[in-house]
């Protein structure tokens, strides 16, 4: 990192507009916090800022949309204030580059995913000089794999806890970028070839974090399971990373998204099984329940092997539960296709699933290759219909929740509460909101000194997405030895 080489703090008001996935919620914590340690100001208001920063995703046409349209709202106020500096980060930068240049001449810098840790220093250059920078890294035939992987540099500083969006959970890198390529996706692109972290760099983050007060890890990777490292000549796998992290004090329970159905090992399976604090829930995307299409994905993987792979969670981990991603209206996906995918959704009974519109991205394989073919009023209605489906069946898992208890981490006020304005009340009852293990939402009313804290709650009733209960008991702690829960 560049520090000695930005000017000294100085009074400047940051706003920030994040949009995309996990990994981006992080790379603005991140941000954010180098750019605080320098004198930064957070503002929710981007007329206060000068400095204006896009964190962005190209992963469906519509998210660039927003941001090209958010962008083209700033040229006025550009003119009118010369002194605002404004950024594009992310993976729309390294993607797009230059043209985002063409596109917005406002804007002074464009930083791509490999370059975050360079970001104050070119807001300071782009403020004093007015040229405008672009920072990007290799794209994937831009030399051999160790060129490309070099020039995206993971960014994991030391962070601030008062900069995390909650005090109790933290997400934390432990891969960049995806070797997988399906045909649909830029992400290759924008994040660059598949790297590891060192397991003892994640064992001590999660340390530093735990004793900042964090309850809840969630390590992020776009194909986490896949994860490999060789450390002191020996392979650490995801389920042995797991087993490192597994006794820090202090952290309750421990995450990963996003799986990948192929790499779904036994040994990590079994890890789940046997750490007590690893939540029982996998988010591991089908994508599609049609061999055929999702063949033209280059998924690498069939329905088949799909069920074999939920066959095993369920035998190993019992009541595991899944989520899934699906995209429908891929090019090429019949009604019958179609169906297939609803079927499959009948079949595995998904906790969720994300369903996203099949949309065409410049330089991917199935822009280049296949005919974006269902028209988008039919997308929307597959969209509908498989929402509908969706949603009918996790409310009636939900409901088999109703009169039972379950354990969560409870995480702080709802988000209805948040809404409200609870946040400076001095009432110290409040609506609250925790997860259970298998990482289903589940809303009470209760002390918010629960917050940070796991509790044992009955649940009344519940709608497709949240469990609405009471707290039966106080609070629980676990033993830190056994990992088991003491009643207090
Ligand atoms: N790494 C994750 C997902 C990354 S993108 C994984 O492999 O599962 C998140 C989701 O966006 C994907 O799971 C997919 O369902 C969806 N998606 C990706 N590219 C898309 C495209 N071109 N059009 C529509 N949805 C897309
Ligand atoms: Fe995209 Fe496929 Fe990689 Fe997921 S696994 S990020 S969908 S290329
Ligand atoms: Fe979007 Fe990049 Fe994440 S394209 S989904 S922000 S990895």
Same mark, same amino acid.
């Given at each position: ?8 703090? *100085? ?15 992080? !790379? ?64 729309? /930068? ?22 975050? /840790? ?12 007015? !040229? =405008? ?20 540099? %993971? ?23 995806? !070797? ?28 530093? +974090? ?23 000549? =020996? +392979?650490?796998?995801? %389920? ?5 992290? *597994? ?21 990590? $399976?079994?890890?789940?099984?046997? $750490? ?53 209206? *891929? ?11 609803? !079927? ?8 969720? %699933? ?37 949603? /009918? ?5 939900? /409901? ?83 990992? $088991?829960?003491?009643?207090?």
């Amino acid at each position: 990192m560049s520090e000695e080489t930005t000017t000294p703090p *100085h009074n400047s008001k940051l706003f920030i507009e994040t949009v995309g996935c996990q990994m981006n919620m992080l !790379d603005s914590e991140l941000v954010v916090g180098a750019l605080r340690q320098r004198g930064y100001e957070l503002t929710k208001d981007v007329r206060a800022a000068d400095t204006v920063l896009f964190n962005t995703c190209s992963v469906r046409e519509h998210a660039e949309h927003k941001i090209y349209s958010a962008l083209g709202r700033l040229k006025f106020s550009k003119r009118r204030r010369p002194n605002l500096v404004i950024g594009v980060m992310g993976c729309m /930068a390294q993607k797009d580059q230059e043209l985002i240049f063409q596109k917005a001449p406002h804007v002074d810098i464009v930083v791509g995913t490999g370059q975050l /840790a360079e970001i104050p220093s070119l807001i300071e250059t782009a403020r004093a000089d007015r !040229d =405008q920078t672009l920072a990007v890294s290799l794209g994937r035939r831009d030399g051999n794999r160790q060129t490309v992987a070099s020039s995206f540099e %993971s960014y994991d500083p030391l962070r601030e806890p008062e900069m995390r969006p909650t005090p109790y959970q933290a997400f934390v890198r432990i891969m960049i970028g995806c !070797d997988k390529f399906c045909t649909y996706c830029v992400v290759p692109m924008t994040r660059g070839p598949e790297q590891s972290r060192s397991p003892r760099e994640i064992a001590r983050e999660v340390e530093v +974090l735990a004793e900042q007060g964090v309850k809840e890890v969630t390590l992020l990777g776009q194909t986490v399971n896949s994860y490999r490292h060789t450390e002191d000549g =020996q +392979l650490v796998r995801l %389920s042995d990373l797991l087993e490192r992290i *597994h006794d820090t004090a202090g952290i309750e329970r421990i995450k990963f998204v996003t799986n990948y159905p192929k790499d779904m090992t036994t040994d990590l $399976l079994e890890a789940i099984r046997d $750490l007590p604090k690893c939540s029982h829930y996998l988010h591991v995307p089908l994508q599609s329940g049609c061999d055929d299409v999702l063949k033209t994905m280059k998924r690498g993987y069939t329905v088949a092997d799909y069920s074999d792979m939920m066959d095993r969670i369920n035998s190993i981990v019992p009541g595991c539960s899944v989520s899934s991603d699906f995209i429908v209206g *891929h090019p090429g996906e019949s009604e019958e296709s179609f169906e297939k995918s609803l !079927d499959s959704i009948r079949k595995w009974r998904f906790k969720n %699933s994300f369903i996203f519109k099949y949309s065409p991205r410049p330089g991917t394989k199935a822009d280049t290759l296949y005919e974006d073919d269902i028209p988008e009023d039919e997308k929307r209605r597959r969209n509908n219909v498989m929402l509908d489906l969706q949603n /009918a069946i996790s409310e009636e898992d939900n /409901a088999e929740f109703i009169g039972r208890e379950v354990e969560i981490l409870v995480e702080g006020l709802s988000k209805s509460a948040v809404k409200a304005g609870e946040q400076n009340s001095t009432d110290p009852r409040a609506q609250l909101v925790g997860r259970t293990r298998c990482d289903r939402i589940v809303v009470f009313e209760g002390n918010r000194r629960l917050a940070g804290s796991m509790a044992r709650v009955a649940v009344d009733d519940c709608t497709a997405t949240t469990l609405i209960g009471h707290v039966v008991t106080r609070e629980y702690q676990h033993n830190p030895t056994s990992g $088991l829960p003491i009643l207090q």
